[in-house]
């Protein structure tokens, strides 16, 4: 089985209900058919949560919903380490760059850490492609030198009107 990754922001199209949520619902069909393996961190659980948990709400079990979508990764020690690689690389071309206000320099330390160990995940799991809707990757593979395709979660084949998110045996889970 081939195996690629979701980067967190695919799951929060779908799980917010977000307009492209229908065309990542027919990629997760083509991709079961396919028999093809979807992976994504367990770092990508502790983004989506965050949502149940802001202003002291519900708990949503969203690692259950994941899991039904996707094999769930664990941090190891290689993949800490590999992302540690890449953090360094980026915060060393970026010093090369402009100067960033204080904000921006937040933000994008935060983003930056998670971004790295995402890459470092599938990497590690040996992914052909990465799908995400954060056009930040295609730019960190190539600084990186990572031999992996970025592309934005869509279906690669046409689809039939009427039978969109439908797959063999029945409708894609979470769909």
């Given at each position: 089985?081939?195996?690629?990754?979701?980067?967190?922001?695919?799951?929060?199209?779908?799980?917010?209900?977000?307009?492209?949520?229908?065309?990542?619902?027919?990629?997760?069909?083509?991709?079961?058919?396919?028999?093809?393996?979807?992976?994504?961190?367990?770092?990508?659980?502790?983004?989506?949560?965050?949502?149940?948990?802001?202003?002291?709400?519900?708990?949503?079990?969203?690692?259950?919903?994941?899991?039904?979508?996707?094999?769930?990764?664990?941090?190891?020690?290689?993949i800490s380490l590999t992302?540690?690689?890449?953090?360094?690389?980026?915060?060393?071309?970026?010093?090369?760059?402009?100067?960033?206000?204080?904000?921006?320099?937040?933000?994008?330390?935060?983003?930056?850490?998670?971004?790295c160990f995402h890459l470092?995940t599938a990497v590690a799991?040996?992914?052909?492609?990465?799908?995400?809707?954060?056009?930040?990757?295609?730019?960190?593979?190539?600084?990186?030198?990572?031999?992996?395709?970025?592309?934005?979660?869509?279906?690669?084949?046409?689809?039939?009107?009427?039978?969109?998110?439908?797959?063999?045996?029945?409708?894609?889970?979470?769909?």
């Amino acid at each position: 089985m081939v195996p690629v990754y979701f980067d967190t922001s695919v799951f929060l199209c779908v799980l917010g209900k977000q307009p492209q949520a229908a065309q990542v619902r027919d990629l997760l069909s083509e991709l079961k058919v396919d028999k093809v393996r979807i992976y994504t961190s367990i770092l990508t659980v502790q983004e989506v949560s965050v949502s149940s948990f802001i202003n002291g709400g519900l708990f949503v079990d969203y690692h259950s919903k994941l899991a039904r979508l996707a094999r769930i990764k664990g941090v190891t020690k290689d993949i800490s380490l590999t992302a540690a690689k890449y953090e360094a690389a980026i915060i060393g071309a970026a010093s090369k760059g402009k100067p960033k206000d204080e904000q921006e320099r937040i933000r994008d330390n935060r983003r930056r850490k998670f971004d790295c160990f995402h890459l470092a995940t599938a990497v590690a799991l040996g992914c052909s492609d990465f799908y995400a809707f954060d056009d930040k990757f295609e730019t960190r593979c190539q600084l990186l030198d990572i031999k992996m395709r970025v592309r934005e979660p869509r279906p690669q084949k046409p689809t039939l009107p009427g039978l969109i998110g439908l797959a063999p045996g029945g409708p894609v889970a979470g769909g």
